[in-house]
T-cell receptor, first 116, second 110 residues
Framework: GAVVSQHPSWVICKSGTSVKIECRSLDFQATTMFWYRQFPKQSLMLMATSNEGSKATYEQGVEKDKFLINHASLTLSTLTVTSAHPEDSSFYIC????????????FGPGTRLLVL | GNSVTQMEGPVTLSEEAFLTINCTYTATGYPSLFWYVQYPGEGLQLLLKATKADDKGSNKGFEATYRKETTSFHLEKGSVQVSDSAVYFCALSTGNQFYFGTGTSLTVIP
């Protein structure tokens, strides 16, 4: 089946630094990728939708200057958390959609970010 | 608005026990309903889905029926195995966006 990878799987950084998380579709091309955030004991919350070659669409309440998304190719999307603060500590999950089927998404294993 | 509520865990069962994980939803329109499973260290995987009322999704011995009258999509399995230990997420899709429940952790002990 379709595989989505994320790198790194976990990262610890100091407050004020920036962190980049990669999301790759390994055996298929993904025109659309999604970034989610999950707090402990809470559901996945969609942060943004990323389409290859165009600007990401952010959900209400998500700061686009804080969470920079780049979907430079059909197999790679990156999420950069700029000037990270402890409240940005969370579990970040990406998913990729194949073609135009809106309801078929393949999920990455997630990246745990801890900001000290 | 759209939302999903699923029973809190963790749930611990003995092998071969019956499993039910409750899930109810609130949605505008006619959503599709899903159960995803996440094994340790892996991404969410689609377990089963149902796209309209009274549909039953099934896979690997798991079943869930789309109940419009009770706005529910409870997950069931007649006899769980140790290998079923994972986190289970109920979700709905309006076509444009997914809405997830908080996840229920299941541990099956031999």
């Amino acid at each position: 089946g379709a595989v989505v990878s994320q790198h790194p799987s976990w990262v610890i950084c100091k407050s004020g630094t920036s962190v980049k998380i990669e999301c790759r579709s390994l055996d298929f091309q993904a025109t659309t990728m999604f970034w989610y955030r999950q707090f402990p004991k809470q559901s996945l919350m969609l942060m943004a939708t990323s389409n290859e070659g165009s600007k990401a669409t952010y959900e209400q309440g998500v700061e686009k200057d804080k969470f920079l998304i780049n979907h430079a190719s059909l197999t790679l999307s990156t999420l950069t958390v700029t000037s990270a603060h402890p409240e940005d500590s969370s579990f970040y999950i990406c998913s990729a959609r194949v073609g135009t089927d809106r309801e078929t998404q393949y999920f990455g294993p997630g990246t745990r970010l801890l900001v000290l | 608005g759209n939302s999903v509520t699923q029973m809190e865990g963790p749930v611990t069962l003995s092998e071969e026990a019956f499993l039910t994980i409750n899930c109810t939803y609130t949605a505008t329109g006619y959503p599709s309903l899903f159960w995803y499973v996440q094994y340790p260290g892996e991404g969410l995987q689609l377990l089963l889905k149902a796209t309209k009322a009274d549909d039953k999704g099934s896979n690997k011995g798991f079943e869930a029926t789309y109940r419009k009258e009770t706005t529910s999509f409870h997950l069931e399995k007649g006899s769980v195995q140790v290998s079923d230990s994972a986190v289970y997420f109920c979700a709905l899709s309006t076509g444009n966006q997914f809405y997830f429940g908080t996840g229920t952790s299941l541990t099956v002990i031999p």
